[in-house]
T-cell receptor, first 113, second 117 residues
Framework: GQQVMQIPQYQHVQEGEDFTTYCNSS?????IQWYKQRPGGHPVFLIQ?????EVKKQKRLTFQFGEAKKNSSLHITATQTTDVGTYFC?????????????FGKGTHLIIQP | NAGVMQNPRHLVRRRGQEARLRCSPM?????VYWYRQLPEEGLKFMVY????????ESGMPKERFSAEFPKEGPSILRIQQVVRGDSAAYFC???????????????FGPGTRLTVL
């Protein structure tokens, strides 16, 4: 079955440093979504990427979708304490079939002031 | 405009009992998804339902677990004869369209934390 790998599992940064998490799928994706989950909270949708090579920006967050539609990344510039949480990518396999999203295990972002 | 509602927020059961988890999707959403999350783990897809239909249950254990989304009322995830390994957070999400549709952003509920003693 489809697998979605995310690295790193944990990332410690000093406040103000940049942060990147990477997502790789074992199969080609129809689209990829990113979610953020604060400690003790529930996942909150951030963005969806659909097109090959797509790049989207939300303030300090930059999302990329690979040309082969099998990998994606999330980059945060100049992290702030409010960025703390776990960032998940979730992919939908292309070619139809199951409609459930396959989530990566997430990257836990820990920020040291 | 209420978001996705889940209840109870916390549920404690003894081994062998039944657990019933409820999810009311956002208004106007007819697509419901259930996920399980173990501590320090990602979300594992369990089942995807539309009103009165199970669309994809590929992530659901074959035994003891069932889900429904009746014409009226909330979606129910039912776990029979719970075991300690069922302890987890169970999240429900809803969307306006299917995952391949245009309005496919999933809105998550606060989750139900199930503890099996």
């Amino acid at each position: 079955g489809q697998q979605v790998m995310q690295i790193p599992q944990y990332q410690h940064v000093q406040e103000g440093e940049d942060f990147t998490t990477y997502c790789n799928s074992s199969t080609t994706l129809s689209n990829i979504q990113w979610y953020k989950q604060r400690p003790g909270g529930h996942p909150v949708f951030l963005i969806q990427l659909v097109k090959s090579g797509e790049v989207k920006k939300q303030k300090r967050l930059t999302f990329q979708f690979g040309e082969a539609k099998k990998n994606s990344s999330l980059h945060i510039t100049a992290t702030q304490t409010t960025d703390v949480g776990t960032y998940f990518c979730a992919g939908l396999a292309s070619g139809g079939g199951a409609d459930g999203l396959t989530f990566g295990k997430g990257t836990h972002l820990i920020i040291q002031p | 405009n209420a978001g996705v509602m889940q209840n109870p927020r916390h549920l404690v059961r003894r081994r062998g009992q039944e657990a019933r988890l409820r999810c009311s999707p956002m208004k106007g959403h007819s697509h419901v998804y259930w996920y399980r999350q173990l501590p320090e783990e990602g979300l594992k897809f369990m089942v995807y339902l539309q009103k009165e239909n199970i669309i994809d249950e590929s992530g659901m254990p074959k035994e003891r677990f069932s889900a429904e989304f009746p014409k009226e009322g909330p979606s129910i995830l039912r776990i029979q004869q719970v075991v300690r390994g069922d302890s987890a957070a169970y999240f429900c999400a809803s969307s306006q369209s299917s995952t391949s549709g245009e309005y496919n952003e999933q809105f998550f509920g606060p989750g139900t934390r199930l503890t099996v003693l």
